[in-house]
């Protein structure tokens, strides 16, 4: 009963925070004199828990561990760039991307979806660092230096930022929907015992290339946001390792397989890296380094204790507004 | 014609003795306690600056200076696998962010103390000058390259007899094969275990060594030598066939080199990339 009470709790924060923040978000342009600077950290956020939830669905909705979404984020940036330095529309470009990524990557997720576990990382990664070295020599694209953007061709920065939120609204619509169907409780089942699932007549593999491509379709879009704010790509940078990292993070401060937890776990992170790129400068490595080791230690041996905690609060609300 | 394919065959061999060293302890951890250690690249590397830092700056005989970085990066391990690893082996993602996180405090610590840079062990391993290559037979061999296959193959065949002849060795296969029944036949699992960390360990500080005589390689570097362990790890997969690691390092070199020299040099590094997904969709596919 309790545990029910402590479901619509959940259900009515995600409606609480998300709406009312993204209408925030939505206003605040034209509440500021400058907002250059604005701009520039909301769409930052946004491509963040885009890129988090991308790693999320897959984790969260099939227990494994993908460790190459920097592939599609690369791609994404630089089929972007690529569309646009070609005479179309800033934004139709930016809105194509999640489409042509999706359809990459239907090959790559029927080979994946046939391993598991730790092969199934190494397999996720070794693809994205194959892009990244075929990118790297591509003299069309610039190779090791790099491809710019046209300048003249760029979207608006406030186009970029009013559709980076209601990109963001609609891949979190995406997701609640997901998380709150059926397919989002089969996916919690597959995570869990994925030989159950299986006997219980679920389609795992038909499940397991869903996600992975919906995840793709999501960090593709999130790399066409990042090209279209940096107006420029590498294959060091685009296919960086980094991108995983930070998603992965993200998505576990948050929560693996939740949905609301990155729109809150992001700014904390995004300040966090600010601070100690501030702080440290280029030792700020080894405060990640601390940081992730006490993420993953935290979250398997305290969780139990978390999730009781939370159950406990839930409780007292539950009795203070009766 | 002839003799650049000899000449090929001559480096690759050279270069697959010490990929075979490189992979020696992933290949290791994967096997026996079936983690992914995505900080294996990072210890070699440790190991190797440690010994660098003997040779090149203090000066003290190469092979003294190795055996101090191993001895360091021993008792590293030992007290990495003793706090942590052996508690979360059985949670993957914990594992996973531990040993990246592990990789990343280590390089920023480490970059305190040797700033950004490639490092390069030039000393011989013998204590002597020597030239710096020689010709036989219209082939010419690099005398680092010598020094670093010579070492190589001498731990490798020495990993072999361990694994295949001695009584460690064989409980190290009962425990890869399976951990539980070795533990009711009264095999002592943690000692075991702890033996192999060990001896990872001294493989390890050896082949940081070996790294940067033959390639010269920065901190920060890491992630490619993590690359070619896992190529080679894949590769060789369960149960672990250490003595497979040198044939195995070479066809790699062999692709690389090859590659390299047909087509454009640069995308040789794919070569290996494409091979690891390769062996792992068809060896480890599961459905």
């Known amino acids: ?322 | 014609m002839w003799s650049q394919l000899l000449q090929i065959l001559v480096s690759s061999s050279l270069l697959g003795s010490l990929y075979g060293i490189v992979a020696l302890g992933l290949s290791l951890a994967w096997t026996l306690m079936d983690i992914l250690d995505l900080s294996h690249g990072i210890r070699i590397l440790l190991g190797g600056f440690l010994a660098y830092s003997l040779i090149e700056i203090i000066g003290i005989h190469p092979l003294l200076g190795m055996a101090i970085g191993a001895l360091a990066l021993m008792m590293l391990s030992v007290a990495i696998h003793v706090t942590a690893i052996q508690k979360i082996a059985k949670f993957p993602l914990v594992t996973l962010t531990f040993t990246l996180g592990l990789a990343y405090l280590i390089e920023g610590l480490g970059s305190l103390i040797w700033p950004p840079g490639t490092r390069t062990v030039r000393a011989s391993l013998t204590g002597y000058e020597l030239p710096p290559s020689f010709t036989i037979a219209g082939i010419s061999i690099s005398t680092p390259m010598l020094e670093v296959a010579i070492v190589s193959c001498v731990l490798l065949i020495f990993t072999h007899i361990l694994i295949r002849k001695c009584r460690f060795g064989r409980t190290l296969r009962a425990l890869i094969e399976d951990s539980e029944q070795a533990s009711v036949m009264g095999v002592n699992v943690f000692r075991v275990v702890l033996l192999a960390i060990i001896y990872v360990a001294l493989v390890n500080a050896v082949g940081g060594v070996l790294y940067l005589k033959a390639f010269g390689a920065p901190l920060g570097g890491w992630v490619s030598v993590l690359m070619k362990a896992f190529s080679l790890a894949v590769f060789i997969g369960r149960p672990a066939n250490f003595s497979a690691l040198f044939i195995v390092g070479f066809f790699l070199a062999l692709v690389e080199n090859v590659i390299g020299l047909l087509m454009m040099a640069a995308l040789s590094e794919l070569a290996a990339v494409v091979l690891v997904i390769l062996i792992l969709v068809v060896k480890y596919r599961e459905i």
């Not at chain 1, 059926?182 to 996916?187: K, P, T």
């Open chain 1, 1 to 322: 009963m309790r545990d029910v009470k402590f479901v619509r709790l959940f259900l009515s924060t995600r409606i609480i925070l998300f709406f009312p923040l993204m209408l925030v978000f939505l206003a605040l342009p034209f509440l500021m004199e400058d907002s250059s600077l604005l701009i520039y950290y909301v769409v930052t956020y946004t491509y963040y828990v885009i890129l988090a939830q991308s790693w999320n669905v897959v984790h969260g909705y099939t227990g494994l561990i993908p460790l190459g979404n920097q592939l599609f984020f690369g791609f994404g940036a630089y089929l972007t760039s690529l569309l646009i330095n070609n005479g179309l529309n800033a934004a139709v470009s930016l809105i194509l991307a999640p489409f042509i990524g999706s359809l990459l990557a239907v090959p790559i997720a029927r080979i994946l979806i046939r391993l598991k576990g730790l092969s199934f990382a190494i397999c996720s990664w070794m693809f994205a660092e194959a892009f990244r070295i075929v990118f790297l020599n591509l003299p069309q694209l610039g190779g090791s230096q790099g491809y710019s953007v046209k300048y003249a061709l760029r979207l608006d920065t406030l186009t970029l930022y009013y559709m980076s939120i209601m990109l963001l609204i609609v891949a979190h619509i995406f997701l609640h929907f997901i998380s709150s169907s059926r397919i989002g409780f089969e996916g919690r089942a597959i995570s869990q015992n994925e030989i159950l699932a299986f006997s219980l007549g679920l389609n795992v593999p038909q499940y397991k290339i869903f996600m992975l491509v919906f995840s793709a379709s999501l960090a593709s879009l999130v790399g066409g946001i990042y090209a279209s704010l940096v107006l420029f790509v590498e294959p060091y940078s685009a296919f960086g390792f980094s991108w995983t990292i930070d998603s992965l993070i993200i998505s576990m401060l948050g929560g693996a397989g939740n949905v609301i937890g990155p729109l809150l776990s992001t700014p904390i992170y995004m300040f966090l890296m600010d601070q100690l790129r501030y702080a440290f400068g280029e030792y700020n490595i080894i405060i990640i380094g601390i940081f992730l080791i006490l993420l993953g230690l935290i979250r398997e041996f305290r969780r139990e204790k978390i999730i009781k905690f939370l159950t406990a609060m839930s409780g007292r609300i539950s009795t203070l507004r009766k």
